[in-house]
């Protein structure tokens, strides 16, 4: 578990379904990511996120508020086994996902740092992300992480832009308390 000033990120479990599913359901959060998921293929990505933890010892977190403790999205580290162009050094990719009404809020930058800071310290090495090139939001927030472009893909959404980290970069970021 991570906490943040203001977010707890902790691995998922099965409780996490129906908020997920609500999460996917949302037009506005999945606009770049390929449209609504049905509740079956919400559950196929909760099951997959479970899976990274117990396969490769990293995965997504669950992005809760720490106040309140409701949901707010989730943000980490997958193998997708997707092709990410010829000029990707790495398979580990980073990905967030974000409620709507959490949009705008400083959530998405201040988990994904925290997740990055985790990922430095236990698993280290270069990450990439695949955006599409519409979503402007998130290609700030990758640039802001250290993500540089390094290739463009057409797919059948459209462009995305393909960025890459090093990752040997190690970040000290302030409020970020890992948890034993």
Known sequence: MIET???ILRKPIADDFEPLADMFGEPRVTEHIG???TRTDAW???LRDVGHWALEGFGQFIIADKATGSFVGKVGFAKYKRDLGPHADTEIECSWTLRSSCHGKGYAREAAEAAHTWYNAHQAGP?????GEANAASLRLAASLGYA???RLAGASGVSIVLQRDGSRRDSQAGIKPQP
């Open 149 to 151: 472009e390094i290739d």
């Open 44 to 46: 196929a990505r909760l």
């Open 127 to 131: 990450t990439a992300c695949m955006i």
């Open 35 to 37: 449209g609504t998921l």
């Open 5 to 7: 000033d203001r977010l």
